[in-house]
Nanobody, 125 residues
């Protein structure tokens, strides 16, 4: 089992920045692709970004490309999402997720094996 705990969410004005972090514990010696998904009220969970085990490959949804940056530190078992130029439509609960295997864009939620509880990001005008 892998436990994932997100942090860093909050309230920010449009145009501002937030940095989300996800700490993994448990069987973290496994090899996992890590991803971020988000879910706004009344909407389906959507892919935001993912990163390969080595960190050498990163993937982004078109809606966040150029504004968000995903990174990971395997020594610390953490993955981060730097979010810049935030927009009102970025408001959602952001979830960290882990998928077994070293690579692959993993853009679908059902490809992931473990999930965090989520952290709320609210962007105000």
């Amino acid at each position: 089992q892998v436990q994932l705990v997100e942090s860093g969410g909050g309230l920010v004005q449009a145009g501002g920045s937030l940095r989300l972090s996800c700490a993994a514990s448990g069987r973290t010696f496994g090899i996992y692709v890590m991803g971020w998904f988000r879910q706004a009220p009344g909407k389906e969970r959507e892919f935001v970004s993912s990163i390969s085990w080595s960190g050498g490959s990163t993937y982004y949804a078109d809606s966040v490309k150029g504004r968000f940056t995903i990174s990971r530190d395997n020594a610390k078992n953490t993955v981060s999402l730097q979010m810049n130029s935030l927009k009102l439509e970025d408001t959602a609960v952001y979830h960290c997720a882990a998928a077994r295997g070293p690579f692959g864009s993993r853009r679908s939620w059902y490809e992931y094996d473990y999930w965090g509880q989520g952290t709320q990001v609210t962007v105000s005008s």
